[in-house]
DNA sequence: TTGAAAGCGCTAACAT
DNA sequence: ATGTTAGCGCTTTCAA
């Protein structure tokens, strides 16, 4: 491509000579400063450096600092980076940015980095077998820390994270190991929620369209289903896990359940919303109407379930705080590295509609 | 914190000296490299150097990457960036990343910068007027370039791009002062399209809610809708800026609209699917129903709304390829400065839903 | 083809 | 409180 423009240049850009008399301002440097003032640069750096205030007298930090104005002095991180090893920047890696649950758990993240004077470098990786090169790419950009919103269990990535020293936070999973430290939203309750929620409306056949049974969130939610189902004394009307946390694998895995009960159950308590929407497809498909045959709730609270109809119920975990969170515990991290890996779990919230309606 | 940290950590953290004992493992620099390989640093650049194959012999390159692989090396990018100027990393200003038509425009814009082996750094910025300190950090990052998807028309923050001699891309809005390259969506098709179909379907009193008019896509889609009626002879039955891309401004939007005629309209063409779904509101307080006494369209196929009630009628911009493209453009002005700013225009597409059924 | 040497811009230990 | 000095890890002339 380089060469086609450099061939095409004379045809497609008349005004190259011209254009190129527009040269960027050299940059300036702390030298630039320092000479202005009429001082050392190491006394610009530390007249310039939040952290020491009062190493420098009160007239020298006002000299330097109008010169520095003056000059439109900007100091380049890509320096202080070499010296002191720390860039001010995060790594995040998402599945993918277009799954409704990252952007604002990204916005939290990035909100509190950037209140500390760091930056996010965000990174979708389809799966975390693929994460590896990524990470690798991350860690010779020299960030700080990684906060990692994928999903596996047993994750040999956390294997490679540990051994290479890198400060990590694990979000919307935890570690099972528990050598990282990590933020999720309490699946255990978010099921409890829903299933009493669905007793208090007159349910009774409560079954669960579960997430992909590899993945830490699926687990949970599933667990936390069966544990509310046994205390509350009640027999499950049914579990199907599906494939992934997509509408089509909703559909299927409510198909399958339909097909597979001798009755139909009163009520499903779905992995996520997505999951759920697919329930609703197979539901209208098998001439089943929700609420009134049966109830449907979600989890997630999508931008948008409250528009469908009927509206979902689901579930709202705190997204945003999941990310700050998440962040905080890095930026603590960066400060001490003896803390301890801990687990921050954080309270979902139930959001009731039209989808779970009590029955007539 | 890091005080409380301090005070409290003999009761926290017990086995804070233990943990410490795992000290993130050394470095590994070109020196420990080239040492290995018994060669001179520079050669070990120059093997590595994938821009320049052939400058250093065949059997040497194997030592040296042999070298490289056992040792782990990874080369610092803070150190490159320094010497070199260059950090492979990119800045993409966002307004609100929790909008979902910028997710799938971050994934296009990461997916060719990973692809170029650079980072992308995201900030989310409210507005163009509180853009600049940020602008002011990535450059103190020394990021290779920007990319503005922030909108506002005649933005100050476009001189302060030109003056710094930063490397920018505008996105979702052309730059009216034509001095920034920038993607956009072909807003005007998009009306056309829109307009035309209404047409089809035998509406008549065709009236628009248009967006914030200080913002390039508000003006862009109020001017391509007025083009497609007078294309077609027909007497807008109304218009009603909106104050945001809200589904608040697009109820008060709808309501005033209903207010002020005399006569409904029979159908109604969106800024965008927010402010569609606020026109679903205020139709449905009303008593009017969609699609059988008023259309509804809108634009920007956010997620969702293909499962409402009616589906809506919408236009889909292309917002990976717009993602994609803003990072080529970015790319290839880093290879050659001197390219003029062009704009890239892509086509949007038609998504015909229930919400705007033929009358019956 | 390889080595030697300089230096990107900044910070921090040490000296005054 | 300020200056001196060394050097972070890499790339890139220049010389051999």
Known sequence: MAYLQQTFARFLMPKKSTR?????????TIRDVARAAGVHVSTVSRALDPRRPGSVSAEVVAAIESAARRLGYRANRAASALRTGRTHTIGVLVPDITNPVFPPILKGIEAYAAARGSFVLIANVASSAMARPVVERMLAHQVDGVILAITSREDPLVDFMIASGVNAVMINRADESGRLPSV?????????????????????????????????????????????????????????????????????????????????????????????????????????????????????????????????????????????????????????????????????????????????
Request: hydrophobic share 45%.
């Open 184 to 360: 999720v939203s309490d699946d255990r309750l978010a099921m409890k929620l829903v299933v009493d929620h669905l007793l208090q409306g007159g349910r009774k056949r409560i079954a669960h369209l579960a997430g992909p049974q590899n993945v830490p969130t699926g687990v949970g939610r599933r667990l936390g289903y069966e544990q509310a189902m046994r205390d509350r004394g009640l027999a499950s009307a049914g579990i199907v896990a599906c494939d992934a946390y997509s509408r089509d694998a909703g559909r299927v895995a409510m198909a399958q359940l339909l097909a597979t009960s001798k009755k139909p159950p009163d009520s499903v308590v779905c992995c996520n919303d997505l999951v759920a929407l697919g329930a609703y497809d197979a539901l209208a498909r098998a001439g089943l109407r929700i609420p009134g045959d049966v109830a449907v709730a979600g989890h997630n609270d999508m931008l948008l379930v409250d528009l469908i109809s009927p509206p979902l119920t689901t579930v709202r975990p705190p997204h945003g705080e999941l990310g700050w969170r998440a962040a905080q515990l890095l930026f603590e991290r960066l400060e001490d590295r003896q803390l301890s890996p801990i687990t921050v779990v954080l309270r979902p919230e139930l959001v009731v509609r039209g989808s779970t309606a009590p029955v007539a």
């Open 20 to 28: 190129s008399d527009a040269k960027p301002p050299a940059p300036v």
